[in-house]
């Protein structure tokens, strides 16, 4: 039996992680909240379908706490698994305190929620998007409709959004962090910095184990891998005792682990350029070198094939790769 270790932990002072329950091979996703005077601060949310609410639930009742007492709603970015349950706690804290809350997070992030789970779903196009990367007709369709069941799972969507400026102080709880923008898996991702206790809310920037999935996108701005690579390095600068990451462990160990995440993207370009130079054209077809011993869904070959995009992409812009149409090759 594998040891099932408490949903909630106290892991610095005043800060618990919450991890939640995610329908996905990845299974949970870490949420974190921040103890003040004047309330409480919830950093990211979540997904929404019965066993996130019943976790935040449970939660809750142990800290002996009211969704009242929640006063801030910050995401550090908007995939699903972060924003999905943002506007479900909005409604349960206007319920017991008769107040909507904002829900703070950057404006690029705004922006996508705009795009992806505001506006109408454009299943056509997205399943276009999919197909010019050469996947197969029936897994580009499983994937379209994958991604309407995770809509779904953003419901009831987020009522007022207000934006946190890169580089400005937030009070979060009793602490004060510094907003740092981090590209890369998503573009408007911010990381928070409480430079007194060397403490940082990392997000889906950096993690244990996994990488973080980089890729291009329908809507992404151009080149994130070029970007991720840009922050990683920059973020080496800052001085980490702990980062609380949005999924998977601790992180004790920061600048070894933004070395790995570098060295491991560097030798996955190695793998690109060689499965150009072993004739894979499409992107899907440099996906299944790159990706070569992992056993993927439907729903997470769109991810496989973003990432591998993201790498052509930044091969491209290195001069070592070209593209033309949907068909890549060696420059
Ligand atoms: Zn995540």
């Known amino acids: 039996m594998p040891v099932t270790r408490d949903p909630l932990t106290e892991v610095a002072d005043d800060v ?29 949310c979540g997904i929404h379908y019965a066993a996130g609410e019943a976790a ?13 007492d929640i006063r801030q709603i910050v995401l550090t970015h908007a995939h699903p698994d972060h924003y999905g349950m943002a506007g479900w706690l909005q409604a349960r804290i206007m319920e017991e305190t008769g107040e909507l809350i904002p829900v703070q997070l950057s404006e690029r992030e705004a922006q996508f929620v705009e795009v992806v789970w505001v506006g109408e779903y454009q299943q056509a196009a997205f399943q276009r998007y999919i197909e010019q990367t050469g996947v197969p007709d029936e897994q580009a369709r499983i994937v379209a409709d994958s991604m309407g069941h995770t809509r779904r799972m953003t419901r009831p969507l987020a009522e007022r959004l207000t934006h946190i400026a890169a580089d400005s102080v937030i009070k979060l709880g009793g602490r004060h962090f510094r907003a740092i923008h981090a590209p890369g898996h998503a573009d408007g991702q911010l990381l928070f910095y409480d430079e007194a206790d060397r403490l940082l809310l990392s997000g889906d920037h950096v993690l244990m184990k996994i990488t973080p999935n980089i890729g291009v996108w329908q809507h992404s701005d151009p080149d994130p891998l070029g970007r991720f690579l840009a922050s990683l390095r920059a973020l080496a600068g800052l001085d980490v005792r702990l980062a609380l990451p949005g999924h998977r462990r601790l992180i004790e160990d920061w600048r070894g682990r933004l070395d790995e995440l570098l060295v491991h993207h560097e030798a996955r370009l190695g793998h690109t350029l060689d499965a150009l130079a072993k004739g894979a054209t499409t992107v899907y077809e440099v996906s299944l070198h790159v990706f070569e011993s992992e056993r993927f869904t439907a729903h997470e070959w769109r991810f496989a094939v973003a990432e591998t995009l993201a790498h052509l992409e930044r091969l491209r812009l290195m001069g070592q790769a070209q593209c033309e149409g949907d068909r890549w090759r060696l420059a």
């Open 16 to 44: 618990f992680q919450l991890r939640l329950p995610l329908p996905f091979a990845l299974n949970h996703v870490n949420v974190y909240l921040l103890r003040g005077e004047e309330g409480w601060a919830v950093v990211d």
């Open 56 to 68: 935040w639930r449970e939660a809750l009742a142990r800290l002996g706490l009211g969704f009242g």
